[in-house]
């Protein structure tokens, strides 16, 4: 797999338009400005393949990058306090459909801000994720703004806030800023994309 070489494909808003699933995806979800889209640059090793916001609740749209050997899927951010409540229904529909619409889907990683204990939303998403047994794992974002202290009490207590799924999923640490766990992530695609 050539990261280097990826390529943006296609946005989707609604889900009638979604593309066949003809290659795995790997999606990444998770609520908005959690650091998705710059996680997703690190990973290509490009500045700006995804849109990186400063304004919270602008990625609406599904969107899909070309690996060549599988698909990189950037699933629109949740819980942006003001979006309204058609665009929230929208997303639902758009959620549901993606879900249900017998892709193959190789592995989600869900990203959560390493900073905070997980929101309501990030642990529907985890129920939503484990009751339709997909494989997928947690990505805990934005580590360069902790300290040592700091990161070690987040450590202890995330394994206890995601203990109502079961079995703890496996935990990536990483930074878009230093790399951390970059490295790991990009194997672990290569891996879930080669079975
Ligand atoms: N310090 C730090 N900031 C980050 C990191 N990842 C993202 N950010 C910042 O968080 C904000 C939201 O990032 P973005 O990638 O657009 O989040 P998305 O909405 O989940 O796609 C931007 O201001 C980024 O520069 C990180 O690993 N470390
Ligand atoms: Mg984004």
Redesign the pocket.
Known sequence: MKFENAFFEAAFGTAGQLPNSDLPEIVFA?K????????INKIFNRKALAK???T?GK?ATVNFYNMGEARLVDLP?YGYAKVSASEKQRWGKLMDRYFSDNRNIALVVQLLDMRHSPTKLDCDMLNFLASIELPFIVVM??S??LNKTERQKRLDSIEKELDFLEGVPHIVVA???TGEGIDELKSIIVEVAEE
């Open positions: 998770g908005s400005n959690v650091g998705k889209s710059s996680l990186v916001s400063s919270p990625t951010g974002t934005k360069d703004k930074s878009s800023q």
